[in-house]
Every structure is written in structure tokens, then in C-alpha cells.
């Protein structure tokens, strides 16, 4: 490995290059600043490419910010950010029509967006793409960025943000295929790192989304919100191949889709003989997982999905899907799919304010690393719509800083401290391989701190973190095999230890159910104590928790 020293400078460094890191891009640098973004995988990367390719936005004419705004408050269980959230539903037509003018290539009929309905929301308000499950959503973005002539660094992990008197300075990384190790200078960074979902073993999203943005933002003194809120939704469990896919759109819910547990029983009926299965994501998780547990799911450990109600003028939406499966053996048209509970996004993440901007001077945050907006649980097709209205806010205000600042000069101390830190962990020839540590940290929130919750398990699961953070991290190698891609997994689960104890503390914290959040020894929703926010910072090296009042309006 070539640990050799580059540096780089930016007026406006973007970390990520999913929905809110292109959209954020494309907004500063529309401001005259230069801009560069870091993908830690390929451009574009993270979940959105593999997104339901639908977003939601008040463009029918029966529709408005205003119900919009009810419809996200009620969802998310009344904990929502309320400034955040009147910001979002006011901006996010005029970002779906920036999307639109990008290229975009939305579903129209006779030149007019296709607006359709889903659970959650009292108006039709989502708008597909033409391509569901594929990349077409975010073609426009990509189009607009090479327009540009954006800056791209690809295969870049950041590993650290620099700081000097409380001010982001800039950031380290190394590169993922070489092991050069990166500097970057830059007046302002915008975080968009997505979410956290291979902490756990049984995902929706893609290998490079481990967490890293909350690790970077707490070890950097950020404060962090919600993180208790985690969304489970339906990931395949069988056949293997697809396994940590959805099924369209959930499950297909209202629009002939039906869930059977193993005793061929459409248990949804039991728990709302009304709704069934068209109830938000965090019921379809929660009841699927009793079933489950109780004993009455399938040899694989999950619930069935028939699809066999959807009408056929529909299934050309889902090709690849159909195709897939056909691989696997299984028509879905007439067999059903098996699926659990998976984690699909984090609710919680950085704390920011109306301008994306996080409690460190020059450091913001958008998508799904931010937090605050969704409350303890989020509608479909919101986090794309997220996407765009605070990635486009942060590469705004991220600019507008820049310009008022000059180049600040590296931390020189950080610098060398980071890069000891990455040697050390490279050089080591014995120790603890990283396999075995995200291995047993993915068991440890699967079985303590999954969809459904206690104190016992949840304290467990404090332990059981602590134990490997005292013990095993001090020791951790890059296992057998010495490679800069190990290298880049072992730092991974040093962010895993921190996140996963994140979760957990809130978790335990919040001694209610709201939400995706059930407690099952506090399985009632207390607004009298718990209409607040659960704040995260990190203080010497110790994590502290408090107790904030709803931000409203």
C-alpha cells in the first residue's frame, strides 16, 4: 500500500454523491464557489440509485403545503422538527420541478406529472419515475453535475472532519483502492452520507452505507437527534438471490398485495380489520415481526407476500423485479415472495437548523444524515423529496458561507493524528479481524435492537458494545489478507460500535412506543412526557444524552 500524502482544496466539500450530495453540488456551485464532491463509492452512489425512483410533492391541484405538512407531522408521530418539516412541504414542489428541468424522467400524462397515492398520505402526492428500482430517478442530478463540470473524487473513504477553535477546517480520507491518504482543505463541508443500514444484517441498502456520516459529525463534537427512530420495511428473505431487496412499493398495499404468515392466515386483518395492510411502515414492521417471533412465520424467518392481486397492466412498472425472481425460480405474479423486517432509514441523524447548518461552524448536513424531519417514522417517498429540498438548502448556505470566509489553514496536529491512526490499524499483523467485529455488532442489534424492544435487551446491548469498544477495537487488524479494501472495512466498524451505541442509549432513553420505536415493556405512546427530542453529543470521550422540548412553529 502507497500511504503516501495529497492534498486538495475546495471552497465547498461535499461528502457523498447520492441525491442530497449532487443536489447540494449542483446548488453551490450555481453560487460561484468551487465545489468538489467525494463519493466513497462510484458517482453516483449510495442508496438513492437504488431508490423506488418515487418522491412526493403538493403538485395536484387539491393539494398543498399546508395538508402536506399535516400529513409528515402525523407520520412521523408529532416529534418532527416543525420548522424543518414547513420548510420541506413549502420547498418541495419547486425541487421536483428543478428535477424535472434536470431531465428527469417522470411519469406524465398529456404533459402533467402523474400524481399518485400511498399509505400516509391524505392526497395523491407521489410522483414515479418512468424506471421504478433503477437509476432513472437520479439521472437528471447526474446529467446536471457533468453539465457542470463538478469536480468527482471517487473511491474515497473521509475518515475524519478537521477542526480548529470549533470551525470545520476541512477533512481526511484515504482512497480505497490505492491507500494514498487524502487532506482536504475546505471553507465549508456539506455531509450527505446517507444512513446507517448495514449496521445491521438484513438491509435494504448497499454496502457502502455503514454509518459513517453520524461517526464523523459526533467524533467532530456535531450533535446528533432522534437516533432511536430506526424504519424496518419488507426485505426479501427468500429466495436467497434477492435476498435485502423490497418488494415494489412494500408489499404492493391497496393495490391487490397481501401478507399471509405460514398458517396462511392475512394476519394484517387481526390487527386492523379496516386498513390491513394499508397502514405506514412501521405497522406493516411491527406486526410482521409478532408473527414472526410468536412462532407463525416461514422456515426462512418471515411472513409471505402475494402478489398475485396486481393487476396485470401494472407489472410493466416492476420488470426487473419479475425478471429477478423468474431467475430465482419463482413467478411472482402467482407465487409469493417471503420477507422480514429490514432496515430501510434512519430517522435520526445530524441536528441542523432552517439553514442545514449543524452546531460547528461550517459544517452542514442533508439526507438521510440529517435529522429532525421525519420524526419516529417516515412516509414513503419522503427521503427522496428530503433529498433534494435540504440538499439544495446546504449546498446554498454551505456557498453563501464560503464566500464570506478565506481559506482556513489544515490542522496540522489532526492531520498527522489521523493518519498514525490509520497506519497503526494497517500495520498490524495480529489482532482482531474486522469481519469478526461487524459480524458480532450486526448480531448484537438484530437480536437486542431490532423492531421490537425492552429495557433488558436494549441494556444488553450497551454491555455487549462496550465490551467489544474496551477490548476488541484497541486490537482491531484488517484480518488474514493485508488490503487497503480491509483497511477501509476496519475503520467502517469502529464507526458501526459508535452508531449502534447511539441507537441503543436513545432507544433505552425513551421509555414509550411512538412510531418505529416499540417498546414492548412501554408499549403505549406517552405524549405527556415524551413529546421530545432526544439530543446525542459527545463529550471528552464520553457519549451524553439530554432531553429537548419540540422545536415548533
Known amino acids: 500500500m502507497e500511504f503516501t500524502h495529497r492534498e486538495f482544496a475546495a471552497d465547498v466539500l461535499v461528502i457523498g454523491a447520492g441525491g442530497a450530495g449532487t443536489r447540494a453540488a449542483i446548488e453551490a456551485h450555481e453560487r460561484g464557489v468551487s465545489v468538489m464532491i467525494v463519493a466513497k463509492g462510484g458517482f453516483p452512489s449510495g442508496c438513492t440509485p437504488n431508490a423506488g425512483g418515487i418522491m412526493q410533492a403538493p403538485i395536484d391541484p387539491g393539494d398543498s403545503a399546508d395538508i402536506y405538512f399535516e400529513d409528515v407531522i402525523e407520520g412521523g408521530a408529532r416529534v418532527n422538527d416543525q420548522r424543518l418539516v414547513r420548510i420541506f412541504t ?9 428535477l424535472d428541468r434536470f431531465g428527469t424522467p417522470f411519469m406524465k400524462q398529456e404533459g402533467k406529472f402523474l400524481v399518485v397515492g400511498g399509505a400516509g398520505t391524505s392526497r395523491n402526492r407521489l410522483l414515479p419515475v418512468t424506471e421504478l428500482y433503477g437509476s432513472a430517478w437520479i439521472s437528471g442530478l447526474v446529467n446536471e453535475v457533468k453539465r457542470r463540470g463538478i469536480k468527482i473524487l471517487e473511491g474515497i473513504m473521509i475518515t475524519r472532519l478537521l477542526t480548529d477553535k470549533g470551525k470545520i477546517v476541512g477533512a481526511t480520507g484515504i482512497n480505497v483502492s490505492t491507500g494514498e491518504f487524502l487532506v482536504f482543505n475546505a471553507k465549508t463541508i456539506v455531509l450527505a452520507t446517507g444512513g446507517a443500514g448495514q449496521l445491521y444484517g438484513l438491509t435494504t441498502n448497499p454496502p457502502d452505507v455503514t454509518g459513517d456520516g453520524y461517526a464523523l459529525a459526533y467524533r467532530a463534537g456535531a450533535e446528533l437527534t ?61 406486526r410482521a415481526q409478532i408473527e414472526i417471533r410468536e412462532g407463525r412465520g416461514t422456515v426462512h424467518g418471515g411472513v409471505y407476500n402475494d402478489l398475485s392481486g396486481l393487476p396485470e397492466e401494472m407489472w410493466p412498472l416492476f420488470s426487473k423485479f419479475r425478471e429477478a425472481c423468474k431467475a430465482e425460480g419463482i413467478d411472482p405474479s402467482w407465487q409469493p415472495v417471503e420477507w422480514a423486517p429490514g432496515v430501510h432509514h434512519f430517522m435520526g441523524g445530524v441536528r441542523i437548523n432552517e439553514k442545514c447548518e449543524t452546531n460547528i461552524s461550517g459544517l452542514f448536513a442533508a439526507g438521510e444524515v440529517e435529522g429532525g424531519i421525519h420524526g419516529a417514522n417516515r412516509i414513503g417517498g419522503n427521503a427522496l423529496t428530503e433529498t433534494q429540498v435540504f440538499g439544495a438548502r446546504a449546498g446554498r448556505f454551505a456557498a453563501e458561507k464560503a464566500l464570506s470566509v478565506s481559506m482556513p489553514e489544515a490542522n496540522k496536529t489532526q492531520i498527522e493524528e489521523e493518519r498514525n491512526r490509520i497506519l497503526e490499524i494497517y500495520l498490524r499483523d495480529t489482532g482482531v479481524d474486522a469481519l469478526e467485529i461487524r459480524t458480532e455488532v450486526q448480531g448484537i442489534m438484530e437480536k437486542y435492537i431490532g423492531v421490537i424492544r425492552n429495557a433488558e435487551e436494549l441494556q444488553k446491548a450497551i454491555n455487549e458494545l462496550l465490551r467489544i469498544r474496551e477490548e476488541k477495537l484497541p486490537q482491531l487488524c484488517t484480518g ?74
Request: charged fraction near 30%; aromatic fraction near 6%.
Open 90 to 98: 413549502s420547498e418541495a414542489r419547486d425541487r421536483a420541478l428543478d
Open 226 to 286: 432522534d437516533m432511536e427512530f430506526i424504519q424496518f420495511r419488507a426485505c426479501i428473505v427468500h429466495p436467497p438471490g434477492l435476498r435485502g431487496q423490497p418488494p415494489p412499493a412494500d408489499g404492493m398495499p391497496g393495490r391487490g398485495g397481501r401478507f399471509y404468515n405460514a398458517l396462511g392466515e392475512r394476519y394484517m386483518k387481526k390487527y386492523d380489520p379496516v386498513h390491513a395492510e394499508e397502514v405506514t411502515r412501521d405497522l406493516i414492521a411491527i
Open 480 to 553: 488474514k489478507v493485508k488490503s487497503v479494501e480491509n483497511l477501509g472495512k476496519a475503520l467502517e466498524v469502529i464507526n458501526f460500535v459508535d452508531v449502534g451505541e447511539m441507537v441503543a442509549r436513545a432507544a433505552l432513553m425513551r421509555t414509550e412506543s411512538r412510531g418505529a420505536h416499540y417498546r414492548e415493556d412501554y408499549p403505549q405512546q406517552d405524549d405527556e412526557m415524551w413529546l421530545k427530542n432526544i439530543i446525542i453529543h459527545l463529550e471528552t470521550v464520553e457519549m451524553k444524552l439530554k432531553i429537548l422540548p419540540l422545536q415548533t412553529i
